[in-house]
C-alpha cells in the first residue's frame, strides 16, 4: 500500500484516489463518541443522540493522549457541569486504517479519563487533550494506530509540503441514529486544502504560528463536527512522505478558510508543560 501510494503521488494526482489516502491517514485517526442523554433544559429535541470528534494518538515523553481541538473538550465539559446532558456510554472508534485488525471499537470510560483543554484567542492555542493509560494505548496500538511522536514534530519547520488534506467527521454525515452497542457506523471525510503561507489579519491574529488553508469552492459539506480532525501534508522531495502537520480547530464558512494549531507547536508546548510539571513535583519532595 505505502508503496502504491509513492506511485500515485509520482505519477497521477492523489485526487483520484481518495481510497488510498483514506486507507493511509487512518491509521491515524481515533474517533472518541459519546452516547448522550439531553437532559430535559437541553435545547436539543433528540434525547437521545452522539457526539463524535476526531482525535490522533500523540506522544509526549513516553506519554500518551488522545489530541483534539480544546474547544472541542472545553464545550463538553460545560455541558457535563451544567448539566445539559449525562454520557451513558463512550467508545473510542480505531477501525479507519489500512491494517485494522478489527471492526469493533473500543469501550472508553471517558468520564474517568483525565482531560485537559486551552483556549486561548490571543496566543492562538485551541488544544484539546485526553490522557490514556496504558491499556487503551496497548488496543489502539494492537488495531495498528500510529502515534504522534517527537520525531515526527520537531523538525518540520524544516520541511516543505506540496499538498494538504483535512480528515474528519463532518456533523451532517455522523450525527444520525446512535450505532447499536458494540459498533460504530462513522463517515469520515477527507478534504483537500490549498496552504494558504500568511494567516489573514482580519481572520486570526495570534502570537503563535497557525496553519491556515482554502476549502474547494465548490465542497458542499458544512464543516462543522470536523475540528479536532489531523491536517496531512505530502511532499515528494527527497522522498515522497506524508506528516500529520496541524490539528483543525476553526472555520469560515464564507471564506472558505480553516486554522488550526500547527503540530510541532503543540508538541513542543506539552513537553515544556510536562518538564515544569516534573520540576514542581521534585521541588515538592
Given at each position: ?43 436539543s ?5 452522539q ?65 485537559h ?22 488496543l ?48 469520515p ?12 489579519d ?22 462543522e ?45 506539552v ?15
Amino acid at each position: 500500500m505505502l508503496e502504491r501510494f509513492r506511485e500515485i503521488v509520482l505519477s497521477d494526482t492523489l485526487l483520484n484516489h481518495p481510497e488510498i489516502l483514506l486507507d493511509l491517514f487512518g491509521r491515524h485517526l481515533v474517533a472518541v463518541l459519546l452516547r448522550i442523554v439531553d437532559s430535559p433544559k437541553s435545547l436539543s429535541t433528540d434525547p437521545n443522540r452522539q457526539i463524535v470528534f476526531p482525535c490522533v494518538l500523540l506522544c509526549v515523553q513516553d506519554k500518551f493522549f488522545l489530541l483534539t481541538a480544546g474547544h472541542v473538550i472545553q464545550q463538553i465539559e460545560l455541558a457535563l457541569t451544567s448539566a445539559l446532558f449525562q454520557v451513558k456510554s463512550a467508545l473510542l472508534v480505531d477501525v479507519f486504517g489500512m491494517d485494522k485488525v478489527t471492526d469493533y471499537p473500543i469501550p472508553f470510560e471517558f468520564l474517568r479519563a483525565v482531560r485537559h483543554n486551552v483556549v486561548d484567542d490571543v496566543r492562538g492555542l485551541d488544544i484539546g487533550l485526553i490522557e490514556l493509560d496504558d491499556y487503551y494505548v496497548r488496543l489502539l496500538k494492537a488495531n495498528r494506530i500510529l502515534p504522534v511522536a517527537e520525531v515526527n514534530w520537531a523538525h518540520q519547520h524544516n520541511i516543505e509540503f506540496e499538498q494538504y488534506f483535512v480528515l474528519g467527521f463532518p456533523l451532517e454525515l455522523n450525527a444520525g441514529t446512535i450505532p447499536i452497542p458494540g459498533q460504530a457506523a462513522l463517515s469520515p471525510v477527507l478534504v483537500p486544502v490549498q496552504h494558504i503561507d500568511q494567516v489573514p489579519d482580519d481572520v486570526c491574529r495570534a502570537d503563535n504560528e497557525r496553519f491556515c488553508g482554502k476549502l474547494p469552492d465548490d465542497m458542499p459539506l458544512n464543516f462543522e463536527g470536523m475540528s479536532g480532525g489531523p491536517i496531512f501534508g505530502i511532499r515528494t522531495v527527497p522522498r515522497v512522505e506524508y506528516w500529520i502537520v496541524a490539528i483543525q480547530s476553526a472555520w469560515y464558512s464564507q471564506r472558505k478558510l480553516i486554522v488550526g494549531n500547527r503540530v510541532p507547536t503543540i508538541g513542543w508546548l506539552v513537553s515544556w508543560v510536562m518538564d515544569q510539571m516534573s520540576k514542581d513535583q521534585k521541588a515538592q519532595s
